[in-house]
């Protein structure tokens, strides 16, 4: 990436743009490195962090499931295409509960915490559930 390339990120106020294309990507990122940090010395995750990893999961959830549409004719004629409002992705559940996404794939794989496909590798767990199994168990580590 050029010099020139990196400055159609950034706006004016210093805020740096992330491209849907790669907002998975970074969300991966961000999430291993905070899984890590939270778990090295028990910190909480910051309002502002949580805003960004939302924005990011939504941007990539988006991509997605316009890849999917694109791959999958008549998906949204069917009504099989997922409705995504209210629901977190493996990656922000991970966050959220100070765990690992490979904790919550197995919760999802055990039946502990319901979920659904919206896309071809995105597993959407509702909200609502999501707030009940953390209050419910009072455990948020693997």
Known sequence: MSHADAEHLTRADGAVIVPPSVAGDVLRALVRDLTARVRADGGEITPGVRRLLYALHS??????????????PHSADTGTAPSTPGTVAVAEAAALMGCSPRHVRALIGAGRLPARRVGARVW????????????RTGDTTP
């Open 59 to 72: 941007a990539a959830q988006q991509t997605e499931l316009e890849c999917d549409k694109s791959t999958a």
């Open 124 to 135: 959407g767990i509702d909200r609502d559930a999501l707030d009940h199994y953390r209050h």
